[in-house]
């Protein structure tokens, strides 16, 4: 079976409900963090960066801040399907277009088909770090399923109380380069970006050779899915990712939500004000960042900055 046999199969499992072993899991359609509340509290060299792939959203905002060398990683091959889907559709689509596709909304009127011809000649490209074939596994699955199948079930859902109609303005809300203005000029940029895209756990980040000093490291909360404890964690922070850092580069070494959370035990890592003296007592800084119009949800996010 080839790579894309195995993720095709993955991907129809979860679509038809049934359970999946990892790497394999649901993706992000669109990213539950806010680029526009934390990128502007972070410094402003961004040249070289290494970001965990998610929904995409993060390092596009990136690029719209002058990242130029990217290196994007997720160990999940169905995530990077759907970043290449994502890349090839932001050349190919206007801001309407593209916040029509990538919101899934079903309101829009959208031929998946037809949409995927246009964006075959972006997607068929060879991948050094990734052996699947996102023209074959989107092929498949427009093929098998419909639009409402595949937005119902192969997405996280952010929260069921969430109808269509709030995700574009949350999208709009949390993703800069969404904004008219920034989405023409990210569409220039873009194709001077080195974006390399690598299909692995980021525990083996001291396997890819070719990394430059970086100025941003971003792991989202990666933590919440490492089953590490913070101990540990910290330990492959030191050992993996701190040395990739140059000199006051910075690493977002988690992110979390604690809107929901407060007081309860996050994913036996401790409460919230145990993670928040933890990561301070080990040099972080706390990035809080409120989203009033997005349920009242507020996050904290752990910045490390090399000083030496
Ligand atoms: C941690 S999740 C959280 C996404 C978050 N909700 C967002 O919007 O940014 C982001 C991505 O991390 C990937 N991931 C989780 N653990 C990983 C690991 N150890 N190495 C590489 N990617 C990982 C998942 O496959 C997923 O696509």
Redesign the pocket.
């Known amino acids: 079976m080839t790579q894309t046999e195995r993720d095709i199969e993955a991907a129809s499992s979860i679509i038809e409900g049934k359970m999946v072993k990892d790497?394999y899991?649901k993706?992000?359609r669109?990213?539950?963090?806010n680029s526009r509340e934390l990128f502007k509290n972070l410094s402003s060299h961004w040249e070289n960066s290494l970001f965990?792939?998610?929904?995409a959203?993060?390092f596009l905002n990136a690029i719209l801040y002058g990242s130029r060398n990217l290196t994007i990683?997720?160990?999940?091959p169905l995530?990077i399907h759907y970043i290449l889907l994502k890349l090839a559709s932001l050349q190919q689509l206007n801001n309407k277009g593209f916040l029509a596709f990538t919101s899934w909304n079903l309101k829009e009127d959208l031929d998946l088909q037809q949409l995927l011809n246009q964006l075959e000649s972006l997607l068929d490209k060879n991948y050094p770090y990734f052996q699947g074939n996102p023209v074959q596994f989107w092929r498949a699955l427009f093929t098998n399923y419909s639009r409402e199948e595949i937005a119902q079930n192969l997405f996280?859902d952010e929260s069921i109380e969430y109808e269509n109609c709030y995700v574009k303005e949350a999208m709009r809300f949390r993703n800069p380069y969404l904004e008219k203005r920034f989405f023409s000029y990210l569409k220039k940029v873009l194709p001077l970006a080195n974006i390399q895209i690598i299909n692995?756990?980021?525990?083996a980040i001291d396997t890819i050779y070719n990394l430059p000093p970086l100025d941003k490291v971003y792991l989202?909360?990666?933590l919440?899915?490492?089953n590490l404890s913070l101990e540990a964690y910290q330990r492959f922070l030191c050992e993996k990712i701190y040395p990739l850092l140059s000199f006051n580069g910075e690493a977002v070494v988690a992110?979390l939500d604690f809107s929901h959370t407060y007081g309860a035990d996050l994913n036996s890592l401790g409460t919230i004000d145990q993670i928040i003296d933890f990561f301070t007592e080990q040099g972080c800084r706390s990035e809080l960042l409120l989203e009033p119009n997005i349920q009242n949800q507020i996050h904290v996010a752990f910045v490390y900055q090399k000083k030496r």
């Open positions: 790497p899991q993706i992000y669109t990213q539950t963090k965990i792939g998610g929904s959203d993060q990683i997720d160990s999940n995530a996280y692995q756990d980021i525990q989202s909360n990666i919440l899915d490492m992110y």
